[in-house]
């Protein structure tokens, strides 16, 4: 079962994210699915992934989601370790294109269900993202 779970979630980042088939959400999160992140609001189920997904391929023609490591815990939990990277040449929440390269770490964590993904957990350096396209700066 372990080597299922994480086979569900890389399918999700292989495909999903980096090969920008949004579609294959719909096989891989439950109906009801839950996204947790305090930096992306979203719906529930496959629709509320597209529209957390979709924005990062507008904005980013060439994102890609690096899997580092990925470990299973508690059995139906599988957690990634990843790096997300792109150019950023459209727009993104409003910010126009700025055509500076970033490079973001996060950790993502999937809840399988009935062998599907039905929760995940998402947390990664937004504000590293923010000041890498030059739209913030630390004070000093």
Same mark, same amino acid.
């Given at each position: ?51 957390? %997904? +979709? ?5 980013? *023609?060439?994102?890609? @989601?690096?899997?580092?490591? /990925?470990?299973?815990?508690? !059995? ?35 809840? %399988? +269900? ?5 929760? *995940?957990?998402?947390? @990664?350096?937004?504000?590293? /993202?923010?000041?890498?396209? !030059? ?6």
């Amino acid at each position: 079962m372990p080597q299922e779970n994480k086979a569900l979630v890389r399918r999700f980042f292989e495909e999903v994210c980096n090969g920008r088939k949004l579609d294959i959400a719909d096989e891989l999160f439950t109906a009801d699915h839950t996204y947790h992140d305090p930096f992306i609001p979203t719906g529930p189920g496959p629709a509320g992934m597209k529209q957390v %997904i +979709a924005p990062y391929h507008s904005a980013f *023609s060439d994102a890609h @989601w690096e899997i580092e490591e /990925m470990v299973d815990a508690e !059995g139906d939990l599988v957690v990634t370790r990843w790096i997300g990277s792109g150019t950023q040449d459209g727009e993104l929440a409003g910010i126009p294109a700025t055509n500076r390269r970033v490079r973001v770490p996060g950790i993502w964590m999937h809840r %399988i +269900a009935g062998g599907k993904i039905g929760q *995940s957990w998402n947390v @990664w350096d937004n504000l590293g /993202m923010l000041r890498q396209l !030059g739209i913030v700066s630390l004070p000093g």
